[in-house]
């Protein structure tokens, strides 16, 4: 009963940007935290960014200073603004949110996944 939906994935040139937005609906009583990780073929999936309800962030080392996580002023969006693309950063991009449904406690809830594909 909660959703969580991710978009804006394209096919981009390097330092080319674009802005993925992550939707969540459903039964939410409440979200303690939304975050970005991304999957590369063959890979793990990483941790991209972060966003808790305080308004802290972080970053992973590889997007610092390219990356930027934000809370959109559409209810229950987060966004996250890839600037400065590069090949590396080709991946499947994945929306979580730590939630809690009404009724429920907190779970981790995921998105199906936004291609970004960055070519040189």
């Known amino acids: 009963q909660v959703q969580v939906v991710e978009s804006g994935g394209d096919l981009v040139q390097a330092g080319e940007s674009l802005r993925l937005s992550c939707v969540v609906s459903?039964?939410?009583?409440?979200?303690?935290?939304m975050g970005w990780y991304r999957q590369a073929p063959g890979k793990q999936r990483e941790l991209v960014a972060t966003?808790?309800?305080?308004?802290?962030?972080k970053y992973s080392d590889s997007v610092k200073g390219r990356f930027l996580i934000s809370r959109a002023s559409i209810k229950n969006t987060v966004y996250l603004y890839l600037n400065s693309l590069k090949p590396e950063d080709t991946a499947v991009y994945f929306c979580?949110?730590?939630?809690?449904?009404?009724?429920?406690?907190?779970?981790?809830?995921w998105g199906q996944g936004t291609q970004v594909t960055v070519s040189s």
């Open positions: 459903g039964s939410i009583s409440s979200i303690n935290a």
């Open positions: 966003l808790t309800s305080g308004g802290d962030t």
């Open positions: 979580n949110g730590i939630i809690s449904s009404f009724g429920g406690t907190y779970d981790n809830y």
